[in-house]
């Protein structure tokens, strides 16, 4: 038995003795508590109930006598009530409204009197209070979840200004370290052109009374292939710009594949050395396309540019076009001094050089500019090596 019990079942005693002693006084000194009190037999006949009892349920003095106790409770049988210390259930008034209620029994006996007491308090307060606390939890609850979501919100948002601040940066340096490439190659790439011109400019000036027409030509060719040579570079520069800015857009229209390819060749020839050799082939059942014609010759200039500086004296440089299954493969091979292994794979990246080539003019942009056109058309370009050495360079497009 708890203390509780053990207290109530002493005080039960206590008013026992007093039933005994003067039944008026006993049941004065329990209409005085402030919770329900309720006396039974041990089959729950009601044989006595205090002041709050009667005003709980909502009956007169006496009227709860003889009636069952445990009847006026949510189902809920007698042995329930008095083998528990404490329960809360549901009571039942006069008007058959219901309310809440912690009902606490504890027997006695005394001088063959036999009773059960049942402490009954009215918890609707209470039961408001818990709900309205419950209410308070769940709203605290919604608040704070609000607020965690909000500041996970927050933290991804400033996870991603983080990572956007990131790329800014480098973005930033990667802008700082072109800047940088840029100012080394084209001073670089404009001192060698422009001495050329200088020295070939004022030969012609001293000696042109003694000069023979054919040194004379030859000088100004020279002039010629390096005006040429700083426009080529100069046009790099500006379509590495226009590429990163996104201001190219493909202008497609139609025209013959054959004859657009053996004119680039022609205009291109000027760059090749006396004894080498450009030769172009189509094979295909068509000939007319739709493609950029502008971004097309500048990436067949490049590749011919590079197969002519890179090729011997006597080098060979063949343009093949082919169609097949809706496919357009323009290919540019030569037989010079080709790619090493260990540089093919960032063969496309701006101002790349492999290393065989350094000691050749060049700014390391060209062919990351035909990739960037060949994209822009929906193509892409391929390297491979040729055999025995040389270099292989395929334009795929769509037919």
Do not use: W
């Amino acid at each position: 038995m708890d203390c509780a019990r053990k207290i109530r079942s002493n005080r039960l005693n206590g008013y026992l003795n007093a039933l005994r002693m003067n039944t008026a006084n006993f049941k004065a000194i329990i209409d005085h508590a402030i919770d329900g009190i309720v006396i039974t037999d041990i089959d729950g006949k009601i044989l006595l109930t205090n002041l709050s009892a009667n005003q709980m349920f909502g009956y007169n003095p006496d009227e709860l006598c003889g009636k069952v106790l445990h009847k006026f409770f949510s189902p809920i049988s007698l042995t329930q009530i008095a083998d528990s210390s404490q329960l809360e259930l549901e009571a039942c008034r006069r008007d058959q409204t219901t309310f809440p209620v912690r009902v606490a029994t504890c027997s006695a006996e005394g001088d063959g009197i036999a009773v059960l007491a049942n402490f009954i308090q009215d918890i609707s307060n209470e039961k408001i209070t818990e709900q309205h606390l419950h209410q308070q939890a769940c709203h605290l609850e919604e608040i704070v979840k609000e607020r965690t979501d909000s500041l996970k919100a927050l933290i991804k948002q400033l996870e991603l200004t983080q990572e956007e601040t990131r790329e800014l940066l480098q973005k930033e340096r990667e802008i700082g370290q072109m800047k940088s490439r840029f100012v080394s190659v084209a001073s670089h790439e404009f001192r060698s052109p422009l001495s050329r011109i200088q020295l070939s400019a004022s030969i012609i000036e001293r000696f042109y009374e003694r000069l023979d027409r054919s040194k004379i030509i030859d000088h100004l060719q020279k002039i010629k292939g390096a005006v040429a040579e700083l426009t080529n570079t100069l046009d790099d520069f500006l379509s590495v710009e226009k590429i990163d800015s996104g201001r190219i857009k493909p202008n497609i229209t139609a025209f013959d594949l054959k004859v657009f390819v053996e004119d680039v060749c022609e205009e291109m020839s000027f760059l090749k050395r006396a004894r080498q050799r450009i030769r172009c082939h189509h094979s295909g059942d068509m000939d007319v396309f739709t493609l950029d014609k502008s971004l097309l010759k500048h990436c067949l200039a490049n590749l011919l540019s590079n197969a002519c500086k890179y090729s011997g004296d006597d080098g060979f440089i063949e343009v093949k076009t082919d169609v097949a299954d809706n496919k357009i493969v323009i290919t540019v091979a030569d037989n010079g001094i080709g790619i090493p292994p260990e540089d093919r794979d960032r063969l496309f990246e701006a101002f790349f050089r492999a290393g065989n080539a350094r000691d050749f003019t060049g700014t390391g942009l060209g062919l990351n500019i035909v990739k960037s056109y060949a994209e822009l058309m929906g193509g892409q370009v391929i390297y491979e090596p040729a055999i025995p050495h040389g270099c292989q360079f395929h334009l795929y497009f769509n037919a």
